[in-house]
């Protein structure tokens, strides 16, 4: 079913009822080669031009790397490009998915910023040689869409949240709907320093979130509290220096994080999940940590 949802009072849906999706098996990682801070396009990249340790960078991309290795998640792994700092952030680019038929398709994003308009076409080419129906909306339509960054699906079921605010906007996730056939959950975002729907909100499993409240609306809290049974609750410290909610769990038990998150680590443990910590300070630098440095594929 295709529709949008922007209100509790709009939700007619129990989480049990949406049709399965399978988990993500795959990651796609976008090496280092190129990462420093060129420009500010957020305000995390505020003082940071030309402050980025490079070398520090790849030992903490190969560190991540070989994470998901170790949770059995098969990895590919594309050069960066020059004059395309940003790239490395590979979960901007494009939305994945399968449908019933187990037929895989991405949507590709519009970019924002001119800086990062470059990165779309080259990540664009990876999915077509490897066996994806690539989908564009139309940009007469939809002005920027900047993919997982503002796009995540629920864990396991066919239903997408959204958000609008900084990088996209909302009219795009009417035609994601229609192209995907799939519910939106629509939610505004409010702060700039979380200008991405992945810096305050993780997908952990079919029950549980973690999320940086003042980011959202109450509007769109509460449609969050509806949905989820165990909402987690980062510190507005850990969710802004550290980038504790831009965390990955990709079988909904193995939580992958920055380090030194303290709080949210230990309230995830006692949720019953498996934190693994992973240095990524020179990536925070640029405004992104461990989602957005990989993209989840089937």
């Given at each position: 079913m295709s529709r949008i949802y922007s209100s509790a009072k709009e939700i007619d849906f129990k989480i049990s009822d949406l049709p399965n999706m399978p988990?993500?098996?795959?990651?796609?990682m976008v090496k280092p080669t190129y990462f420093d801070v060129e420009y500010v396009i957020n305000p995390h990249m505020q003082g940071q031009i030309g402050k980025v340790d490079t070398l520090q960078a790849v030992n903490e991309w190969e560190h991540l790397l070989g994470?998901?290795?170790?949770?059995?998640?098969?990895t590919h792994v594309l050069n960066g490009v020059k004059g395309l700092p940003d790239m490395v952030f590979c979960a901007n680019q494009s939305l994945p998915f399968i449908d019933e038929e187990e037929n895989r398709k991405v949507v590709m994003s519009i970019m924002h910023t001119q800086q990062r308009k470059g990165e779309v076409e080259i990540i664009e080419e990876w999915f077509h040689k490897n066996g994806y129906e690539i989908l564009h909306l139309d940009p007469a339509v939809t002005e920027k869409f900047e993919g997982m960054?503002?796009?995540?699906?629920?864990?396991?079921?066919?239903?997408?949240?959204?958000?609008?605010?900084?990088?996209?906007n909302?009219?795009?996730?009417q035609q994601i709907s229609e192209l995907f056939d799939t519910p939106v959950v629509i939610l505004e975002l409010v702060d700039e320093v979380f200008y991405h729907l992945?810096?305050?909100?993780?997908?952990l499993n079919e029950k549980s979130?973690?999320?940086?409240?003042?980011?959202?609306?109450?509007?769109?809290?509460?449609m969050i509290h509806m949905l989820f049974e165990n909402v987690i609750i980062s510190s507005k410290y850990e969710a802004q220096k550290l980038f504790a909610v831009n965390a990955s769990c990709p079988d909904g038990k193995n939580v992958m994080i920055q380090q030194g998150s303290t709080d949210v680590n230990k309230k995830l443990r006692d949720a019953g999940?498996?934190?693994?910590?992973?240095?990524?300070?020179e990536f925070i630098k640029s405004g992104g940590s461990v989602f957005c440095m990989k993209q989840l594929l089937w």
């Amino acid at each position: 079913m295709s529709r949008i949802y922007s209100s509790a009072k709009e939700i007619d849906f129990k989480i049990s009822d949406l049709p399965n999706m399978p988990v993500p098996t795959e990651v796609l990682m976008v090496k280092p080669t190129y990462f420093d801070v060129e420009y500010v396009i957020n305000p995390h990249m505020q003082g940071q031009i030309g402050k980025v340790d490079t070398l520090q960078a790849v030992n903490e991309w190969e560190h991540l790397l070989g994470g998901f290795k170790e949770l059995g998640i098969h990895t590919h792994v594309l050069n960066g490009v020059k004059g395309l700092p940003d790239m490395v952030f590979c979960a901007n680019q494009s939305l994945p998915f399968i449908d019933e038929e187990e037929n895989r398709k991405v949507v590709m994003s519009i970019m924002h910023t001119q800086q990062r308009k470059g990165e779309v076409e080259i990540i664009e080419e990876w999915f077509h040689k490897n066996g994806y129906e690539i989908l564009h909306l139309d940009p007469a339509v939809t002005e920027k869409f900047e993919g997982m960054g503002d796009a995540l699906w629920h864990f396991k079921r066919k239903l997408l949240w959204g958000a609008y605010g900084f990088r996209t906007n909302p009219v795009a996730f009417q035609q994601i709907s229609e192209l995907f056939d799939t519910p939106v959950v629509i939610l505004e975002l409010v702060d700039e320093v979380f200008y991405h729907l992945d810096t305050c909100m993780c997908m952990l499993n079919e029950k549980s979130v973690l999320i940086y409240p003042d980011a959202f609306t109450e509007t769109g809290l509460e449609m969050i509290h509806m949905l989820f049974e165990n909402v987690i609750i980062s510190s507005k410290y850990e969710a802004q220096k550290l980038f504790a909610v831009n965390a990955s769990c990709p079988d909904g038990k193995n939580v992958m994080i920055q380090q030194g998150s303290t709080d949210v680590n230990k309230k995830l443990r006692d949720a019953g999940f498996k934190v693994h910590e992973y240095s990524t300070y020179e990536f925070i630098k640029s405004g992104g940590s461990v989602f957005c440095m990989k993209q989840l594929l089937w």
